[in-house]
């Protein structure tokens, strides 16, 4: 399996931050691509193995097959990403309010998840 343009990419910022005087500020950004690249290896792994569909959680059977705006799709995917908020959405849920807004909504992952529980509602998302 060839490497993906992220690792890549990835080993080459390595590269040149271990070329840089061994500091905290070199050290830190290796560490902080390195995260990144552990974060999209998972992933993708978890994508692989179980589909882009949301394994739990309020919004569980949700596709979620795009980028994450922000973070990880991990804990999306898994169904925790929004654990602790799952009371409070299920209480909006309950309510059954004719109009929901999502105002910050970036990829639309409340938006939708609540469009889906809620379709007798109105959703409006804005970013």
């Known amino acids: 399996m060839s490497p993906t343009l992220f690792a890549i990419a990835t080993t080459q910022t390595l590269r040149h931050l271990a070329a840089q005087d061994?500091?905290?500020a070199h050290l830190n950004a290796a560490l902080r691509h390195l995260a990144k690249w552990r974060s999209e290896m998972l992933s993708r792994t978890l994508i692989a193995r179980s589909g882009t569909c949301v394994q739990s959680g309020p919004f569980q059977g949700m596709d979620y097959a795009i980028r994450a705006a922000e973070g990880?799709?991990?804990a999306?995917?898994?169904g925790v990403y929004e654990?602790?908020?799952?009371?409070?959405?299920?209480g909006i849920i309950a309510r059954a309010y004719?109009?929901?807004v999502d105002i910050g909504c970036a990829e639309g992952y409340y938006a939708v998840g609540l469009a889906r529980r809620m379709p007798a509602s109105r959703i409006l998302a804005r970013d």
Do not use: F, K, Y
């Open 83 to 90: 654990a602790s908020l799952a009371p409070i959405i299920e």
């Open 22 to 24: 061994p500091d905290n």
């Open 98 to 100: 004719p109009v929901v």
């Open 76 to 78: 999306r995917l898994l």
């Open 72 to 74: 990880s799709a991990t």
